[in-house]
């Protein structure tokens, strides 16, 4: 080797460890910004596979804790709530043939989820009743409130977490991580936080549901999208649609990315072949036993006794009851009319969202539901355009949480037929953003804390009367506190922390969390007026849904800035 090539080498300089506002600078010193980082402080510099044990087995704790309360529906007839559903559609899809899923007593918690929640519900019905089968005897077993039942429901939801939604997390925050340099320490303390998301936690192990499953298949799309694995991240989502259809919110922003990489920078044809034939393969795997189950019942003489036609089927040209194609078309189009049901109405119960809202002051029933679809479409499209169009022409990977977090709020807020377990959808691509660039500074946090916490909060009418004001009144405030935010911390809105926080947003941020504070306790100790028995309930409606607003307004500012739409600020934004 000649000299010249020995000294034109030059070593490696090593990067120095940057905190992402997990550490604070006082006295010379460093030290954690937030109580949640001085927990995991022993674990700087360890990798997060070494920390990941002891992170799992303790919020697999708090899950079980939660679960050690009562659930939606317990000792609550006639029609108790969404566990006995759950029970109830395990018990269904093991005990009838296929083409009854989507017919069988509809007015006994009839199924209404997609295909991928039948066959779960088939795999733990048939677990379950090998260990006791009256658990699921057909009919029998309505309203069963046993106690060894209610153990193994409350496992099933917590290993299907465990198969799904964790990994998932994991994975996602490990590739956001290498993208946006984030150390692994940082990547624990962002973990921690989100798997120990106190709505989350409410829900799924308390109130009872397996959300968490829904969730996990969107955020491995958006993982498999970071990756640069699209058709992938198509799979994944097809199934998160097939698992519950709610995860349309966050349909357009995958589309928009999706389609933005095939345009952007330039035409690629073949890429977008390849994603709308994985697409259409893994609908036709989704649906495939449904329709082959039906097409097999049909030649067997199975008939569905008492099922009156589709309402989708009447738009169709007239059919051959006795054709081959007609058993599968027949039960098509029955499970679409199940899984999006407009005809219960804009909103079934009080939500924080702006119908809601308006209702209030404004009664929207006294219009034509057609109208009020078409209002509420039309509301939701203008919500949804900007983070789309910003996919649509800059499909940047590091883009993708806000964009999808902007959607979803969109939804939310706009939408038709939103439930107030729906704040769950927003909150996770939210929350995932602790987990990128700054994502534990405080002018992130703060955002991500106050959504949250005003998220769970607006549970609280659902979580009262499921029996859970304990767990709710112990997630929260911890989870709050080990995050530095109020109402018993204040740490993140304190100068000393890193970023900078605008005035505005600190009065805007202490007076709502004085509302919620103040709130709780007028709910507790002040009866409502006569003639108003759900005055409190209302007032929360209010207050989350100005709340939630502004979260969206925040998401989409944000996701302008760090697209560079914003003269200036982009390059500001680098620099610091």
Same mark, same amino acid.
């Given at each position: 080797?000649?000299?010249?090539?020995?000294?034109?080498?030059?070593?490696?300089?090593?990067?120095?460890?940057?905190?992402?506002?997990?550490?604070?600078?006082?006295?010379?010193?460093? #030290? &954690?910004?937030?109580?949640?980082?001085?927990?995991?402080?022993?674990? #700087?510099?360890?990798?997060?596979?070494?920390?990941?044990?002891?992170?799992?087995?303790?919020?697999?704790?708090?899950?079980?804790?939660?679960?050690?309360?009562?659930?939606?529906?317990?000792?609550? &007839?006639?029609?108790?709530?969404?566990?006995?559903?759950?029970?109830?559609?395990?018990?269904? /899809?093991?005990?009838?043939?296929?083409?009854?899923?989507?017919?069988?007593?509809?007015?006994?918690?009839?199924?209404?989820?997609?295909?991928?929640?039948?066959?779960?519900?088939?795999?733990?019905?048939?677990? +379950?009743?090998?260990?006791?089968?009256?658990?699921?005897?057909?009919?029998?077993?309505?309203?069963?409130?046993?106690?060894?039942? #209610?153990? !193994?429901?409350?496992?099933?939801?917590?290993?299907?977490?465990?198969?799904?939604?964790?990994?998932?997390?994991?994975?996602?925050?490990?590739?956001?991580?290498?993208?946006?340099?984030?150390?692994?320490?940082?990547?624990?303390?962002?973990?921690?936080?989100?798997?120990?998301?106190?709505?989350?936690?409410?829900?799924?192990?308390?109130?009872?549901?397996?959300?968490?499953?829904?969730?996990?298949?969107?955020?491995?799309?958006?993982?498999?999208?970071?990756?640069?694995?699209?058709? %992938?991240?198509?799979?994944f989502f097809v199934a998160a649609l097939g698992f519950k259809q709610m995860a349309l919110f966050y349909a357009p922003a995958i589309f928009a990315y999706l389609l933005g990489s095939c345009i952007s920078p330039k035409i690629n044809l073949s890429r977008f072949i390849s994603i709308a034939l994985v697409t259409v393969l893994s609908f036709g795997l989704l649906f495939a036993p449904l329709l082959l189950g039906a097409i097999y019942d049909a030649r067997?003489?199975?008939?569905? #006794?008492?099922?009156?036609n589709p309402p989708l089927l009447s738009v169709l040209p007239p059919l051959n009851p006795k054709a081959w194609y007609f058993a599968p078309i027949f039960q098509l189009t029955q499970s679409i009319h199940r899984i999006f049901p407009f005809a219960r109405g804009l909103f079934e119960d009080k939500v924080a969202n702006v119908w809601c809202a308006l209702h209030?002051?404004?009664?929207?029933?006294? !219009?034509?539901?057609?109208?009020?679809?078409?209002?509420?479409?039309?509301?939701?499209?203008?919500?949804?355009?900007?983070?789309?169009?910003?996919?649509?022409?800059?499909?940047?990977?590091?883009?993708?949480?806000?964009?999808?977090?902007?959607?979803? %709020?969109?939804?939310?807020?706009?939408? !038709?037929?939103?439930?107030?377990?729906?704040?769950?959808?927003?909150?996770?691509?939210?929350?995932?953003?602790?987990?990128?660039?700054?994502?534990?500074?405080?002018?992130?946090?703060?955002?991500?804390?106050?959504?949250?916490?005003?998220?769970?909060?607006?549970?609280?009418?659902?979580?009262?009367?499921?029996?859970?004001?304990?767990?709710?009144?112990?997630?929260?405030?911890?989870?709050?506190?080990?995050?530095?935010?109020?109402?018993?911390?204040?740490?993140?809105?304190?100068?000393?922390?890193?970023?900078?926080?605008?005035?505005? /947003?600190?009065?805007?941020?202490?007076?709502?969390?004085?509302?919620?504070?103040?709130?709780?306790?007028?709910?507790?100790?002040?009866?409502? &007026?006569?003639?108003?028995?759900?005055? %409190?309930?209302?007032?929360?409606?209010?207050?989350?849904?100005?709340?939630?607003?502004?979260? !969206?307004? %925040?998401?989409?500012?944000?996701?302008?800035?760090?697209? +560079?739409?914003?003269?200036?600020?982009?390059?500001?934004?680098?620099?610091?």
């Open positions: 080797m000649s000299s010249s090539a020995r000294t034109s080498h030059k070593p490696r300089k090593r990067r120095g460890i940057t905190y992402n506002g997990s550490v604070v600078e006082a006295n010379g010193q460093r #030290k &954690p910004a937030f109580p949640l980082a001085a927990f995991l402080w022993p674990a #700087k510099g360890l990798s997060l596979w070494f920390v990941l044990p002891s992170v799992l087995l303790t919020v697999a704790l708090f899950r079980w804790a939660t679960g050690l309360w009562t659930y939606s529906g317990y000792q609550a &007839p006639p029609m108790h709530g969404d566990f006995e559903a759950q029970r109830h559609w395990m018990e269904l /899809t093991i005990h009838l043939p296929i083409s009854q899923w989507y017919f069988y007593d509809l007015q006994w918690w009839g199924l209404d989820y997609p295909p991928l929640t039948a066959y779960h519900s088939w795999l733990l019905g048939k677990v +379950g009743s090998l260990i006791e089968p009256s658990w699921f005897a057909l009919d029998a077993s309505r309203g069963l409130d046993d106690s060894l039942l #209610k153990v !193994y429901m409350r496992g099933t939801v917590l290993l299907s977490e465990y198969f799904i939604y964790i990994p998932a997390v994991v994975v996602f925050l490990r590739r956001i991580s290498r993208l946006e340099s984030v150390s692994s320490w940082e990547s624990s303390i962002a973990l921690v936080a989100i798997l120990m998301q106190p709505s989350t936690l409410l829900i799924d192990h308390g109130h009872f549901q397996y959300n968490t499953v829904m969730l996990g298949f969107s955020l491995a799309s958006l993982s498999s999208m970071i990756a640069g694995r699209l058709r %992938w991240a198509c799979v067997r003489g199975i008939t569905i #006794k008492g099922a009156t209030t002051f404004h009664k929207l029933h006294i !219009y034509p539901q057609v109208l009020v679809q078409r209002a509420a479409l039309a509301a939701t499209t203008t919500a949804i355009l900007p983070p789309l169009l910003i996919l649509l022409h800059r499909p940047r990977k590091d883009l993708l949480p806000l964009a999808t977090a902007t959607t979803a %709020w969109g939804f939310f807020l706009c939408a !038709y037929q939103v439930h107030e377990k729906n704040i769950l959808l927003p909150l996770l691509p939210m929350t995932m953003l602790l987990g990128g660039k700054g994502g534990l500074a405080a002018p992130v946090r703060t955002w991500v804390g106050f959504a949250n916490v005003l998220g769970a909060w607006t549970l609280f009418p659902l979580l009262r009367r499921d029996g859970l004001a304990v767990p709710y009144a112990v997630l929260l405030p911890l989870w709050a506190w080990l995050l530095g935010l109020p109402p018993f911390s204040l740490s993140a809105y304190r100068k000393s922390e890193r970023g900078h926080i605008g005035l505005l /947003t600190k009065v805007v941020h202490l007076d709502v969390y004085s509302v919620m504070v103040a709130w709780h306790v007028l709910e507790a100790l002040v009866p409502p &007026p006569e003639g108003k028995p759900d005055l %409190w309930v209302v007032v929360n409606v209010l207050v989350g849904a100005g709340g939630f607003g502004l979260c !969206y307004l %925040w998401c989409l500012g944000r996701l302008l800035v760090q697209g +560079g739409y914003v003269a200036g600020v982009e390059e500001k934004r680098k620099e610091e």
